[in-house]
């Protein structure tokens, strides 16, 4: 399978405004998923929401995902299997993001997607993302997750 997959290099850019699904509370009581403040002494008019690091995550692993569309063998797919985020500024809910991913390695079955978010206005760096996904044949693995229920 390894001469069937793509070279690094492949790269992929959007733009994406944070809504308030994408962000999480600061400083106040968060709805979904559910949870306090860390601090006992945070009043609820210092709440911020921002866009939270899951979605730093979820941004780069989409994005690397759909750069693979059309280079990957008939009947496979990817699935994460592991990632290190980086988030070094915080974005308010109604401000937008740069997300550039570019796939950095494919050693077997395993690619490595490289991300980095960054301020669309500013160009500002917001977060970095290291994902690894491995090529699974999609019939087998989704018979797998069955099989486990």
Not at 40 to 69: H, I, K, W, Y
Not at 79 to 88: K, L, M, N, S
């Amino acid at each position: 399978m390894e001469e069937e997959l793509p070279e690094p290099g492949l790269t992929a850019e959007r733009t994406v405004r944070v809504e308030p699904r994408h962000a999480t509370v600061l400083f106040g009581e968060q709805d979904e998923p559910p949870g306090l403040p860390a601090a006992t002494d945070a009043a609820d008019g210092e709440a911020v929401s921002v866009l939270g690091t899951p979605q730093l995550l979820a941004e780069v692993e989409f994005l690397g995902r759909e750069s693979l569309r059309g280079h990957l063998p008939a009947g496979t797919g990817v699935v994460g299997i592991d990632a290190e985020v980086t988030h070094r500024r915080a974005v308010p809910v109604g401000q937008s993001v740069r997300v550039r991913t570019e796939i950095a390695d494919v050693t077997d079955r395993t690619i490595t997607v490289e991300g980095e978010l960054s301020r669309a206005d500013s160009g500002a760096p917001v977060g970095t993302v290291r994902n690894r996904m491995r090529v699974v044949r999609r019939e087998a693995f989704s018979e797998r997750v069955r099989t486990q229920e």
